[in-house]
């Protein structure tokens, strides 16, 4: 009885065997990759028009200080995961933060947090894109990716225009709601005059800059933010990589 049980268990494990074999052989995605890293890239912009200049603090500890209306950090290394900000006027005590949140940041990734609205109810946002994003990008060799980033505290909705002379305005990017952000658009290599333009076609004369997109790689970020007085377009520029 037991060299039966034996032979019985052995034709088993045999079939088992084989079975795993050809279950393998049907498998034709990778492996998942094992992640040697668990941190992100974070930069912080100050978009709160009625705020004095802050400090940002990530868990226990500011991470940028002194950040004017207006500023934005470079990027900076932040671990992964769920993470604690505050916003605390510069120079004080992280107890008298204006703005206090738990975050998910995610590993791998680049991310763009702005923190806009009024100092008496600061709200936030998040982008995110991937480390590899560049890469994708940098084989363009007449155009450029930008995105739009709409805080103005007025609560209207702005794209961006340029100045094409007595043809008047041309819409590079479309209007967003305040709040919103657009994806990554895709525009020819360019210089010239621009606008925060509404969607009625008539751009904000007060928010004029002149600016060069560059290529191939560049990705650019462009934050809209003012309030009930002169707006504003904020430029990030997103190196290649080389």
């Known amino acids: ?24 052989g049907c498998i034709d ?3 998942p990759p094992v992640l040697d890293r668990i941190t992100s890239e974070v930069r912080f912009v100050h978009a709160v028009p009625d705020a004095p200049a802050v400090d940002i603090w ?8 002194n950040v004017s209306y207006k500023a934005a950090s470079g990027y900076l290394t932040v671990n992964s995961g769920t993470r604690f900000f505050r916003v605390v006027p510069a ?3 992280s107890s008298n933060a ?9 590993s791998l990734t680049k991310m763009t947090v702005a923190f806009f609205n009024t100092v008496s109810d600061v709200a936030l946002l998040m982008t995110q894109e991937r480390f590899t994003y560049a890469d994708e990008t940098s084989t363009l060799t007449d155009s450029c990716d930008v995105k739009l980033i709409n805080l103005n505290s007025r609560g209207e909705a ?8 007595a043809s008047g305005y041309e819409e590079i990017i479309m209007p967003v709601q305040a709040g919103l952000l657009s994806a990554y658009n895709r525009i020819p290599v360019q210089s010239g005059d621009f606008y925060a333009s509404r969607e009625n076609g008539t751009v904000d004369l ?11 790689g560049y990705r ?13 377009v904020l430029r990030l520029q997103d190196e290649p990589v080389m």
């Open 1 to 24: 009885m037991q060299q039966k049980l034996l032979r019985k268990a052995g034709l088993l494990g045999m079939v088992l065997l084989l079975s795993g074999v050809v279950l393998t």
């Open 29 to 31: 995605e990778p492996n």
């Open 58 to 65: 990530v868990d226990n500890e500011p991470v940028v200080t």
């Open 91 to 93: 120079g004080q005590d």
């Open 98 to 106: 204006v703005f206090r949140r738990q975050v998910s940041v995610r």
């Open 158 to 165: 702005f794209g961006v225009s340029k100045d094409v002379g």
């Open 206 to 216: 007060d928010s004029q800059f002149p600016f060069t997109f560059e290529a191939p």
């Open 220 to 232: 650019y970020t462009f934050i809209i933010v003012g309030d009930s007085g002169q707006l504003e």
